[in-house]
C-alpha cells in the first residue's frame, strides 16, 4: 500500500546529483563560529570566555530554559570571541568564534555500555545534555519531544526518513550507511514514550532505502516500514502522520495531541552517538547541490563551518550561481554571504544558477484556485495573503493563517507568482508583535 495525504505538488527532484554520492567529510575550517541560537526555543546562554582552551564536545553554553539546549565545541583549540556574527536567519545573533589548533582533542566521553536499559528520565537527561535537537530543519529540542506532559499518552511513533525537499538526499544515505545505528535509536524512543507502534516512513523514490530499513525491521517487535507517495511535503509531521496513521492533528495542536510522536532519521542518529558514545552534537551529515555546485555531495561538517569553506572543499561554485539557499528549494532561506555558519538545522546549501533564481514580479490574484486545490493544510491561501495585506489581521487569523507551515506549495502553484509565504511570515509577525504591545500594556 502507498500512502499519502490530500494536497501537495511534484517539484523537480534535482536528487540523482547526490543520491548515490557516500557521505564523506569536510576538514574543519581555521575557525568555528558557532551561533547561540540553533533551535526553536530560548537561545543558549554562553559558559566561556575569550582566551578559554576547549576540545571537541566541550560545553561553550546552556540551555537557558526548558525549550532550550546547550552547545558545544565542534573543534579543538582557543575561544576567540563572544559577538555578533551572521546568521543564517539573516540577521547578526550572538555567536561564540573558536579558532581551531587542529589537534582535534576530545573532551572525556561517557559512553552507555547497554541503549536498551537506562530509566526514561536518564535517556531525556542525556539528550538534552548533548544538544540534540530536531535535524530535518525544525530544531525542536529532542528532550522537549519526549517528555510528553501528563495525559498526553504517545502510543505511535514515526521515523521520519520522507525527505521530500528537492535536491536533499543526506537523509537517503544515512539510513543508507547507518541503517542499524538510526534503528537502534528509534527504538530508545519508542521505549522512552513507551509507544506500542513504530513506523519507519520513506518515500518511494528511495527503495533501496525501503530495501534495508525492511529487511532490518522484521526482527523488531513494533515495527514496520510505511512506504510513501512521492510528493511535496509528505515530509512535513502532520502529512506524514495523516498518511501513515490516518489521524489528523487537529488545528493549533500537536502530534502528541493525537497520541503520535515524529522525529527524523539523523536525530535518531544523534541520539545513537550521544548515548553510545558519549558524543554531543557538534557535528551534522548536510547535502551540497545545484546547478552552481561544481561537486555536489553529501557532506559530515562541524557545527559552525562557514558555507564558504563547505563550498571550497567541494570544488567551489560555478560562474552564474545566482543565489544561494539553506536548505531546499521549497522552505530554504536565501543567504546574503557565504560567511554564514551550518548550524544544527542546516540540512543542505543549495548553489542556483541564474536560471534558476525567480525574478518574476507578482501579479493580480486571477482566483483561479490552484493554491487552494494544492494546499496541505487545506486553507485558502490567496485569501489569506490578501487580508495580511489589506492589514485584517484579525481575519487573517481566523482564516487560519497560523495553521499555515510555510511550505511553499502555493507559490509554486500560483501562475501569478504570488509571494504567498512572505505574506503569510508578515501576517504571523505583525500579530505577534500586537499581541506583545498588549500584552505590555
Known amino acids: 500500500m502507498v500512502r499519502t495525504f490530500t494536497g501537495g505538488v511534484h517539484p523537480h527532484e534535482g536528487k540523482r546529483a547526490t543520491e548515490t554520492k557516500p557521505i564523506s567529510e569536510i576538514p574543519a575550517p581555521e575557525l568555528v563560529i558557532i551561533p547561540l541560537s540553533q533551535h526553536t526555543g530560548a537561545p543558549a546562554k554562553p559558559i566561556v570566555k575569550p582566551g578559554d582552551q576547549v576540545k571537541i564536545g566541550t560545553k561553550i553554553a546552556e540551555a537557558d530554559g526548558f525549550i532550550s539546549v546547550p552547545a558545544h565545541s565542534s573543534v579543538s583549540g582557543k575561544v576567540k570571541a563572544i559577538a555578533d556574527y551572521s546568521h543564517p536567519l539573516g540577521r547578526r545573533l550572538p555567536a561564540v568564534a573558536i579558532e581551531n589548533d587542529g589537534k582535534d582533542d576530545w573532551i572525556d566521553l561517557a559512553r552507555w555500555s547497554d541503549l536498551t536499559d537506562g530509566a526514561p528520565q536518564a535517556v531525556r537527561d542525556a539528550v538534552k545534555e548533548a544538544g540534540i535537537v530536531g535535524l530535518g530543519g525544525a530544531a525542536f529540542p529532542t528532550h522537549v519531544k519526549l517528555s510528553p506532559p501528563e495525559g498526553k499518552n504517545i502510543d505511535t511513533v514515526i521515523l521520519n526518513g520522507a525527505e521530500c525537499e528537492p535536491y536533499l538526499t543526506a537523509d537517503h544515505r544515512l539510513m543508507l550507511e547507518y541503517s542499524e545505528e538510526i534503528l ?77 510522536l515524529v522525529q527524523n532519521v539523523g536525530t535518531a542518529l544523534a541520539m545513537f552517538e550521544a548515548l553510545k558514545f558519549g558524543r554531543p552534537l557538534v557535528s551534522r551529515v548536510l547535502t551540497l547541490s545545484g546547478s552552481a555546485a561544481k561537486n555536489p555531495g553529501n557532506f559530515r561538517v562541524r557545527i559552525g563551518t562557514p558555507f564558504s569553506h563547505i563550498i571550497a572543499c567541494a570544488g567551489g561554485a560555478a560562474d552564474g550561481c545566482g543565489k544561494i539557499l539553506m536548505g531546499g528549494p521549497m522552505m530554504g532561506i536565501a543567504q546574503h554571504t557565504d560567511e554564514v555558519p551550518v548550524v544544527k538545522g542546516t540540512s543542505g546549501i543549495l548553489l542556483l544558477g541564474e536560471s534558476e533564481v525567480l525574478r518574476d514580479e507578482p501579479g493580480p490574484c486571477l482566483r483561479c484556485g490552484r493554491c487552494v486545490d494544492h494546499c496541505p493544510m487545506r486553507l485558502v491561501p490567496n485569501e489569506i495573503a490578501r487580508l495580511v495585506e489589506k492589514g485584517n489581521l484579525e481575519l487573517a487569523e481566523e482564516y487560519g493563517v497560523f495553521d499555515c507551515m510555510e511550505c511553499g506549495v502555493c507559490a509554486f502553484v500560483c501562475p501569478s507568482k504570488i509571494r504567498h509565504v512572505h505574506l503569510m511570515k508578515q501576517g504571523k509577525a505583525e500579530i505577534l508583535a500586537r499581541r506583545r504591545k498588549q500584552k505590555e500594556n
Open 184 to 260: 537502534v535509536g528509534f527504538q530508545v524512543i519508542m521505549r522512552v514514550v513507551e509507544a506500542q507502534r513504530a513506523f519507519v516512513g520513506i518515500e518511494r523514490n528511495k527503495p533501496d532505502a525501503i530495501r534495508v530499513l525492511t529487511e532490518k525491521v522484521i526482527s523488531r517487535e513494533g515495527m514496520e516500514v510505511a512506504a510513501l507517495k512521492v510528493k511535496y511535503p509528505q515530509g512535513a509531521e502532520k502529512q506524514l502522520i495523516k498518511a501513515i496513521t490516518g489521524r489528523e492533528v487537529p488545528c493549533g495542536g500537536l502530534p502528541m495531541d493525537i497520541g503520535c
